[in-house]
Structure formats: structure tokens, C-alpha cells
């Protein structure tokens, strides 16, 4: 089967630091990729993963562990527009179909 | 620089109607294109992709259906709306190729509410 794994929901204060992680289990594994969401508006690309280790982009870095079938979003220095939901998805492998996650909530609070 | 339209925004139909959502890629040639739905809280769900002109592939049986008419015009139709057809409807693209990253990009979305 197919299946993703997020928290639904979480809390973070502004200026700290917060992990979102994410399991998979998926026919196939060609690239983990991060989006955010922000209420009422379309996904944006944050990060990719296609090898095990730790990529990082700024304030945003992400995780993957492919034996694990295991990855982790880490947002530092939190600012209220980071607020969002946060997806991860999997692509498979022998084509373009990328399975996403429900996606995990966001709140960061003064 | 690539953009990617959809219209419309939003849209409430009737049960029974039919829907024809449109998506528009500009600047760039080739795009795989991709429709997607996402329900209240949901996350996405994958309805149709394509890698070309008139190639389609669904990927839940539904009474939805897919044309790429062109290169970079993507179409979602119904010619019967149901209550569970509503929701937040996403078109995207990306490069095609298996190139290293093919992120997606998404439009703006078309929220779709069945009555």
C-alpha cells in the first residue's frame, strides 16, 4: 500500500525552532519533496530529498532517510508568516506521480 | 519566467451540471501537467496527469475526465457534478524529463462548491 504519515496539527513560538516529520510507505521511492501551504492558496516548493542527509536552505532545512522511509521539515528562527501547512510528498519511481501527505498544521504563536 | 493560470477562482454548480475547469502554462514548452483535488483538510489528491498532448492518465475512477488539447492547456470536465465533487481543485506542472528535482508548481486553484 501507499501511505504517508504527518501530525495533523502543531504549535511553535516565534523565533524558536520546530520539526515536522513525516513517514512514508510507498511503491517505489524516487524524491521526497516539502510544500507549504498557506490557508486558501496553492502549495509552494520548499525542499527536495533524493538521498539520505540533511539539505539545508536558509531558515528551512529537510532530512531524509530512505531506509527508514523517514523524513523531517526543520524551520528555525519561526516568524508568524510561517504559519501554514506544511506537505510532504513522495514521487515514485518509473514516472511523474508524486503522493502527498494531509499535511501538517502550523500555528506559531507571539 | 513560467507562470500558470486557472480559472475560474470559484465556482458553485449545481448537482447534475456539468464543470469545465481550465489550466494555462506560459514560458514554457513540453510541461507535465497535473490536475489535483484537495477536500477541507485533506491533502492532495492526485486526479490526472499528463506528459503530452492528448495523453492522459487517471488516476481514480470518478466521473471526472481530463483533455490536454494543446501543449500547455490542460482541461477538467464533468458532465455530471456530484455533492463529493466539490473542493479545491489544483493544476500544476513541472519539467519534463526525469530531470533531478521536477518540483511541481501549482496555479492559484479553482475552489469548487457542489450544491
Known amino acids: 500500500g501507499q501511505n504517508i504519515d504527518q501530525p495533523t496539527e502543531m504549535t511553535a513560538t516565534e523565533g524558536a525552532i520546530v520539526q515536522i516529520n513525516c513517514t512514508y510507505q510507498?511503491?517505489?521511492?524516487?524524491?521526497l519533496f516539502w510544500y507549504q501551504q498557506h490557508a486558501g492558496e496553492a502549495p509552494t516548493f520548499l525542499s527536495y530529498?533524493?538521498?539520505?542527509g540533511l539539505e539545508e536552505k536558509g531558515r528551512f532545512s529537510s532530512f531524509l532517510s530512505r531506509s527508514k522511509g523517514y523524513s523531517y521539515l526543520l524551520l528555525k528562527e519561526l516568524q508568524m508568516k510561517d504559519s501554514a501547512s506544511y506537505l510532504c510528498?513522495?514521487?515514485?519511481?518509473?514516472?511523474?506521480?508524486?503522493?502527498f501527505g494531509a499535511g501538517t498544521r502550523l500555528f506559531v504563536k507571539a | 519566467s513560467q507562470t500558470i493560470h486557472q480559472w475560474p477562482a470559484t465556482l458553485v454548480q449545481p448537482v447534475g451540471s456539468p464543470l469545465s475547469l481550465e489550466c494555462t502554462v506560459e514560458?514554457?514548452?513540453?510541461?507535465?501537467l497535473y490536475w489535483y483535488r484537495q477536500a477541507a483538510g485533506r491533502g492532495l489528491q492526485l486526479l490526472f496527469y499528463?506528459?503530452?498532448?492528448?495523453?492522459i492518465s487517471s488516476e481514480v475512477p470518478q466521473n471526472l475526465s481530463a483533455s490536454r488539447p494543446q501543449d500547455r492547456q490542460f482541461i477538467l470536465s464533468s458532465k455530471k457534478l456530484l455533492l463529493s465533487d466539490s473542493g479545491f481543485y489544483l493544476c500544476?506542472?513541472?519539467?519534463?524529463?526525469?530531470?533531478?528535482?521536477?518540483?511541481?508548481?501549482f496555479g492559484p486553484g479553482t475552489r469548487l462548491t457542489v450544491l
Open positions: 530529498n533524493v538521498l539520505d
Open positions: 514560458g514554457t514548452s513540453n510541461p507535465n
Open positions: 500544476a506542472w513541472s519539467e519534463s524529463g526525469l530531470a533531478v528535482h521536477n518540483e511541481q508548481f
Open positions: 499528463s506528459v503530452g498532448i492528448g495523453q
Open positions: 510507498t511503491s517505489g521511492f524516487n524524491g
Open positions: 510528498a513522495v514521487r515514485r519511481t518509473g514516472g511523474f506521480k508524486t503522493i
